[in-house]
T-cell receptor, first 109, second 111 residues
């Protein structure tokens, strides 16, 4: 079983839609949870990170962590074509990050 | 602010040729440094990490090696490239916070 599971998509939504991206994990020791955005042929860019369970909001983005279910989500409100990218979840354990494989999102104008 | 550089941006090399990819970080000291490879549909694979000069940990056995000759310099090398070495190579750093920041990447194509 992989440490982190993420639906690879692809996911296509119309502009203005609410997007929900999700990851599940198996290691209950994970404490920090991150979302990265990666545009084509670019390095991943840290979007948000949260510690332990709860919600964190930054503009149109909300990160949610449910440690009891080992489930994390990223919500994007009022999605824009510029949000089209691959979104990777990541979480820490033993000084290393464990990544999901990424979900490719396309927002259609 | 901290920045991370990688070069070259793109590289096309024949099988059996050597490789040297360089990563440098500015604006921080004593960072942890990482090399990842990203293959399509397979996510990020950690190759090496370093917690200090001359200290390298290898995560997967392969024909690649890494070195850290200076505090903010991390080099990925190979003596003889294989076709399977093709991919997108990313350098990352973190310093005291449980997140990592990535460089722009090097796209390597081995023919």
């Amino acid at each position: 079983q992989k440490e982190v599971e993420q639906d690879p998509g692809p996911l296509s939504v119309p502009e203005g839609a609410i997007v929900s991206l999700n990851c599940t994990y198996s290691n209950s020791a994970f404490q920090y949870f991150m979302w990265y955005r990666q545009y084509s042929r670019k390095g991943p860019e840290l979007l948000m990170y949260t510690y332990s369970s709860g919600n964190k909001e930054d503009g149109r983005f909300t990160a949610q962590v449910d440690k009891s279910s080992k489930y994390i989500s990223l919500f994007i409100r009022d999605s824009q074509p510029s949000d089209s990218a691959t979104y990777l979840c990541a979480m820490t354990g033993a000084n290393n990050l464990f990544f999901g494989t990424g979900t490719r999102l396309t927002v259609i104008p | 602010s901290q920045t991370i550089h990688q070069w070259p941006a793109t590289l096309v090399q024949p099988v059996g040729s050597p490789l040297s990819l360089e990563c440098t970080v500015e604006g921080t000291s004593n960072p942890n440094l990482y090399w990842y490879r990203q293959a399509a549909g397979r996510g990020l694979q950690l190759l090496f990490y370093s917690v200090g000069i001359g200290q390298i940990s290898s995560e997967v056995p392969q024909n690649l090696s890494a070195s850290r000759p200076q505090d903010r310099q991390f080099i990925l090398s190979s003596k003889k490239l294989l076709l399977s070495d093709s991919g997108f190579y990313l350098c990352a750093w973190h310093s005291g916070v449980e997140t990592q920041y990535f460089g722009p990447g090097t796209r390597l194509l081995v023919l």
